[in-house]
C-alpha cells in the first residue's frame, strides 16, 4: 500500500530528528544509537542514515524544500532521501532529487540514476561499509 502525502513528510522530518538527536562532533555514539534504535523500534541502519541525512541537508530550511518537493504531486519519500545519501555535492543532489520529482520516479529509478552518475569503485565500496565514526554538521531546528 502507497504511503500518503502526510504520511511521507512525516517520514523525512521524523529521520531528520532521528539523525539530529545523535551526537554532533563526538563518535557515532553507538551506544547511544542503540538505544534511539530500540525506543523509536527502528534498526540501527535506519539510525545511521538518518544521521547522514542529518549531516547532508543541515538546515531546517533543505528538509522543508525536500518535503515542498515531495508536495509537488509526486511520490517522493524517505526511500528516495536514502539512495541520495551518497552524492556529496548539494547541487547535485538537489539535481537529483528534482529530476526525480519531474519525472516521478521510484526510489530504485533514482538509485539507478545515482548509480550510472556515481559509479561506486572499489574504494568507495569498502569506505561506505565502515562504521561511521564522525559526522559534522549542526542542525538547525
Known amino acids: 500500500m ?3 502525502l502526510a504520511e511521507r513528510v512525516r517520514k523525512i522530518r521524523e529521520m531528520y530528528e532521528l539523525g539530529c538527536a545523535l551526537p554532533k562532533e563526538s563518535a557515532y555514539g553507538k551506544e547511544q544509537a542503540v538505544k534511539l534504535a530500540t525506543k ?3 534498526g540501527h ?3 545511521y542514515r538518518a544521521k547522514q541525512f542529518a549531516s ?3 538546515k531546517k530550511e533543505d528538509v522543508d524544500r525536500l518535503c515542498k518537493l515531495c508536495r509537488n504531486g509526486n511520490s517522493l519519500g524517505w526511500g528516495h532521501v536514502t539512495k541520495i545519501l551518497k552524492v556529496k555535492s548539494e547541487e ?3 539535481d537529483l532529487l528534482d529530476l526525480a520529482a519531474q519525472n516521478n520516479w ?3 529509478e533514482l538509485e539507478r540514476e545515482v548509480d550510472r552518475r556515481y559509479p561506486r ?3 568507495t565500496a569498502a569506505a561506505s561499509r565502515r562504521p561511521l565514526l564522525m559526522l559534522r554538521g549542526s542542525c538547525s531546528k
Do not use: E, M
Open 40 to 42: 523509536r523500534k527502528v
Open 2 to 4: 502507497a504511503q500518503s
Open 121 to 123: 569503485n572499489a574504494s
Open 45 to 47: 541502519g535506519t539510525v
Open 92 to 94: 547535485k543532489r538537489w
Open 56 to 58: 547532508l541537508f543541515k
Open 106 to 108: 521510484s526510489a530504485r
